[in-house]
C-alpha cells in the first residue's frame, strides 16, 4: 500500500500531487524540487501526461471563446476624445 | 523614479504623456487595444447593453483622471479597476451577488482537479491513475471546435465559482498574464494559481464529460 503517504516508487509523487501542479508548472511557478519530482513523474507516467495535454488543449479552447464580435470602439468615442483634446488644450494654456 | 515604479510596463509612460497632452492617435490606439476585453469583462457582472455603458463610462473616467495616475500599477490594470469599481457598484445596485470580497475563499478550492475515486491504480494503490485518461484532446477538429463545444465552455465558465470564472477570464481568455491579473483583481500571486488551477481543472472535467462518448 502506499496510502502512507510515503512514495517510494520510480515515479516520486503520486498522480493526484502531480495533478495539482500542472498550473504551476504552465507558469513556470514550481521550485527547483518540485519541478524535478513533477518532471520525473511526468516522464513515467501516461496518464499525467495526458493530463497536462489536456489541460493545454483546454485553455486552447477556453482562449477560442472570446467573443471577437464585441465593438472595438466605444459608441461614445467622439465625445470621449473630445473630452481629452479639451482637457489636453485647457493645460496648455 | 521610485521602486513602486519598477514593475511598470516601459510603454505606459509614453501612452500617458499622450493622454495628457490630448493626443488622439495615442488615445485611439489605447481605447482599440483594451476596449473590447473591458467589455467582456463586464459582461461577467451585468448584461451586455449595461456592460459598454459602464466601459464607456470608464473610458470617461480614464479621461478625467489620467493626470492623477501615479504609475503605481500598469496604466491597463489601473483602467481594468475603474472599470471593476463601477460595474460591482452597479451589479450591487441591482441586486447581483458579486463575488470580489470572497476572493480567497473561493468555494471548492479543496476540492480535487481529479475525482480521487478515478485515481486508484491497480498495484500502486490511491491515487494513481489507474489508466490513462480518455484522449479527448485528439478527437479531430469538427468535433472540438464546432459550436456545440463553444457553448458548453461558455455553460462551464458561468458554471465556476465567481472568483474562478475572474481569473480563467482574464489569463485565459483575454490572455492576461498572471502579474497583471494579480494586479487587476489586487489578489497574491498564490491565490491566483489556485483558482486558476480550479477553474481549467473544472473546465477540463466538464470537456471529457462532455466528448467521452
Same mark, same amino acid.
Given at each position: ?13 503520486? #498522480? ?28 513515467? #507516467?501516461?496518464? #499525467? ?45 | ?97 458579486? /463575488? ?15 475525482? /480521487? ?43 465556476? /465559482? ?52
Amino acid at each position: 500500500m502506499t496510502d502512507d503517504g510515503f512514495i517510494q516508487n520510480d515515479l516520486r509523487i503520486r #498522480c493526484s500531487d502531480a495533478i495539482e501542479l500542472v498550473t504551476d508548472y504552465l507558469d513556470d511557478a514550481l521550485n527547483d524540487a518540485d519541478l524535478d519530482d513533477f518532471q520525473t513523474h511526468l516522464g513515467l #507516467c501516461e496518464g #499525467c501526461q495526458v493530463f497536462l495535454d489536456q489541460v493545454r488543449k483546454t485553455v486552447r479552447l477556453v482562449s477560442d471563446t472570446a467573443d471577437t464580435t464585441v465593438d472595438v470602439m466605444p459608441a461614445n468615442f467622439d465625445e470621449l476624445l473630445s473630452a481629452l483634446q479639451e482637457k489636453g488644450a485647457a493645460e496648455e494654456i | 523614479m521610485t521602486e513602486e515604479r519598477a514593475h511598470t510596463d516601459d510603454g505606459d509612460a509614453a501612452v500617458v504623456a499622450g493622454l495628457r497632452r490630448g493626443d488622439a492617435d495615442v488615445f485611439r490606439a489605447l481605447v482599440a487595444e483594451l476596449n473590447p476585453s473591458l467589455v467582456r469583462m463586464a459582461r461577467l457582472y451585468v448584461p451586455n447593453a449595461q456592460a459598454e455603458e459602464v466601459v464607456q463610462e470608464t473610458w470617461l473616467a480614464v479621461v478625467r483622471s489620467i493626470d492623477g495616475f501615479e504609475g503605481r500599477a500598469r496604466l491597463k490594470t489601473w483602467i481594468f479597476r475603474i472599470m471593476l469599481n463601477k460595474v460591482r457598484t452597479l451589479a450591487a445596485r441591482e441586486q447581483r451577488i458579486v /463575488p470580489f470580497s470572497s476572493v480567497g475563499r473561493a468555494t471548492g478550492d479543496d476540492t480535487p482537479s481529479v475525482d /480521487p475515486d478515478c485515481l486508484n491504480h491497480v498495484d500502486l494503490g490511491r491515487g494513481y491513475w489507474p489508466e490513462a485518461p480518455f484522449r479527448w484532446d485528439e478527437l479531430p477538429a469538427n468535433q472540438l471546435e464546432g459550436t456545440e463545444v463553444r457553448l458548453r465552455i461558455d455553460a462551464g465558465l458561468q458554471a465556476l /465559482p465567481d472568483s474562478q470564472r475572474e481569473v480563467v477570464s482574464l489569463r485565459d481568455v483575454e490572455g492576461w498574464s498572471s502579474e497583471e491579473v494579480c494586479e487587476a483583481l489586487g489578489i497574491s500571486s498564490v491565490n491566483q494559481r489556485v483558482l486558476l488551477h480550479r477553474g481549467r481543472a473544472a473546465l477540463r472535467g466538464m470537456l471529457e464529460e462532455y466528448l467521452h462518448d
